[in-house]
């Protein structure tokens, strides 16, 4: 290669910096390649390095027709380890590219011949590095640099790997086409809301049960519109509250779809979560839908099914209960002292067993939204005596304090209110033991009655807290297990108090006791 006369020592400064590459090449015995020693290099191949060792970003560069190759700092990486660095400085480009040169080789003629720049973009060319041969993804441009005549001189490569960012590309593309299968086996339906505009995306089965056109967005008023008329509200509410950042976003609803291009109604169950920005404004509200329709019309026929035994069983155990009631009346004409006793205490257990089955009855009401609130008023004073005497009649052993304003009327359901109060009691009498009291209190305060009810039981533990009122939830302990009970009765107070709008709670210390609170509208 021609060269030219250089000032003494000008390639000392052309050749400073440049980091650990910097190093490398002034240290490399370029007296052993065909460009020989750095001082008799032109001021193009000089400057060409000087440009690439100082740059912060990936350049390489091959001169003249050994194609010899240099490279920076930034191109380091992707060598990798126990590869090609550092053998590729000084090295000949065929011999350090063998595994990629007839992919490389026809850029650089190209190049070189005078063609124009190349330019690719996230092209896979696996190179050696690592101890192995790894697909590695480059966007990277030829250019030629021309000597000080103005003739070829080399090839200048700017380059950066992008391996990772197609990696990454691939596995969002193999965890989205997961997701698609996942939902579309689960048979699933999706919506995406973009609170702003009040328009949403869906897949395409959202969008056959709601009857919707297949254009991308659709106005929320036109799903809202295929809702149920008795839904309508409770749904538009619960996205309302869903997108508020105060109520944490989450959104978890159950309703029914009436497609007029479908005439059976579907059941469907809503789960989402909307998104906030760094301001705490809502910009995405998303989420799935599953259709329950089969669920409920089982859980329907199961309900029918409940109701139509419990109304079975009810009429022997009315039969019976005139029987006994007729026995204990002959009774106290002799004088039996085992008889008397014995009937009143049958009795209570007919009564106990009367009560287990109005439970499931009105669990059969409340699923099928057959349930109904008749209200009147009452003293409460007098229900709660009434209450207190009933238990008594069944159980000793337990003393029962009482202190309720003999004036307070309550505008309620009588008979509910009494099947919630007499549910607290004898779960305070079955879970205590005998010889230990039971506090109930009431008051009237901000035009509410407040109702408590306190026993020195073995108490609540605070993972059983949170499902104690779910349907079907009992306590499993040593100490229950003989302890005989559905889990239906908390259950069904708690819904007796919500259709009363009124609000019902447990304060409990394992170990100590437990409190159970409701508060009712006094009208």
Known sequence: METVDQPKNSYHQCLSGGGKMGELTRSFDWSSTVLGS?????????????????SRFPMFLWW????????????????????????????????????????????????????????????????????????????????????????????????????????????????????????????????????????????????????????????????????AEQDRE??????????????????????TIINPLDPMPRHVRAKGKAMFNEKNEVFRFSGVMLDVTEQKNDEMRKNDFIGMVSHELKTPLTS????????????RKIEDDFMSPALVKMNAQIRRMTGLINGFLNISRLESGKI???????????????????????????EITFECPSSLTLFADRDKIAAVISNLLNNAIKYSPKGRKIDIKCR?????????????????????????????YRIETKHTENISGFGIGLYLSAEIIAHHKGRIWVESQSGVGSTFFFDLPLA
């Open 372 to 398: 109904q609130i008749n209200k009147q008023s009452f003293c409460l004073n007098e229900l709660i005596q009434q209450i207190i005497e009933e238990a008594e009649m069944t159980t000793s052993g337990h």
């Open 38 to 54: 750095p001082e008799n290099w032109s001021q193009s191949l000089l400057t060409t390095i000087s440009i690439i060792l100082n």
């Open 64 to 227: 003249g027709p050994e194609l010899i190759q240099f490279y920076n700092d930034a191109y380091r990486p992707s060598l990798g380890n126990e590869g090609k660095h550092p053998g590729a400085l000084g090295q000949r480009g065929e011999e350090c590219w063998p595994e990629i040169w007839p992919v490389i080789k026809p850029l650089i003629d190209q190049v070189m011949a005078g063609g124009e720049s190349t330019w690719s973009e996230d092209q896979l060319i696996p190179i050696y590095r690592n101890g192995n041969l790894e697909n590695v993804y480059w966007t990277f441009s030829y250019s030629r640099v021309n000597d000080e005549y103005g003739k070829p001189g080399g090839v200048l490569v700017i380059c950066n790997e992008t391996t990772k960012q197609i990696n990454s590309f691939h596995e969002l593309e193999l965890a989205k086409d997961e997701l698609e299968f996942a939902i579309t086996s689960a048979e699933l339906g999706t919506w995406d809301l973009n609170p702003a505009t009040g328009k949403f995306i869906g897949n395409e089965r959202l969008k056959s049960w709601f009857g919707l056109p297949p254009e991308s967005n659709i106005e929320l008023s036109r799903a809202i519109a295929v809702i």
């Open 320 to 331: 019976l209960t005139g029987y006994i009631q007729m026995l204990m009346i002959k009774t």
């Open 444 to 472: 009237e305060e901000d035009e509410k009655l407040h109702f408590s009810i306190r026993d020195e039981g073995m108490g609540i533990k605070p993972h059983d807290l949170q499902r104690l009122f779910d349907r079907f």
């Open 234 to 255: 409770r749904v538009s509410k619960a996205i309302e509250a869903a997108i508020a950042i105060e109520n944490g976003g989450g959104y978890d609803i159950e309703y």
